[in-house]
């Protein structure tokens, strides 16, 4: 029979949370609120995911919550410490930027736009995809107080934002015929 790992550590009992490469920061400070509010946009994507019976929106959700492990983890880092993050593993960059763009303008393609304000609730998924959405929207808000000037961390929220609304809307509108997603 193999040990019990015990989950919890009781370092955090008084009211500090520690950093990626080390160092405690009170757990009400920029980061970790910034942080945490994207840990609920991964978990409310993996909602959406796990209703959706598309593989390709599937697909396209866990690569997102994939992404969002890397923005976490820059956020969760002493800015003293910046130098330690791996580009795309630990470091929000520009390419992951290009590549949401990429992804709009592709799933654009599939979907007549709305010419009226959006209502959301048509769809189960869409509608999850929504709330999503605004969970990103406020990581956006959030980041701003914890990402370093220069950081990819703001533009990555804001036009994941604009993927989740676009992707909702393709969700729950009427297809058109396209090539296959492809972010690269």
């Known amino acids: 029979m193999s040990a019990i790992v015990k989950i919890y550590t009781r370092t955090g009992d008084d009211g500090t949370t520690g950093l990626l490469y080390g160092g405690r920061v009170p757990k009400d400070s920029a980061a970790p609120t910034a942080y945490g509010t994207v840990d609920e946009l991964q978990a409310s994507l993996g909602v959406a995911r796990a209703e959706t019976d598309d593989p390709e929106v599937g697909d396209l959700l866990i690569g997102l919550q994939r992404d969002l492990w890397v923005l976490m983890a820059e956020l969760a880092t002493d800015p003293a410490k910046r130098d330690r993050l791996v580009a795309g593993q630990t470091l929000v960059t520009d390419d992951m930027v290009s590549r949401l763009e ?30 999503a959405r605004t969970v990103a929207r406020r990581a956006e808000r959030d980041a701003l107080a914890a990402a370093v000037p220069g950081s990819a961390v703001v533009p990555y929220l804001n036009r994941l934002s604009d993927l989740l609304w676009t992707t909702a809307r393709w969700e729950e509108g009427t297809s058109v015929p ?3 997603l492809d972010p690269s």
């Open 178 to 180: 396209t090539r296959s």
């Open 102 to 131: 990429t992804l709009i303008d592709q799933i654009s393609e599939r979907f007549e736009p709305p010419t009226e304000f959006v209502v959301p609730g048509e769809t189960r998924v869409a509608a999850l995809v929504d709330v």
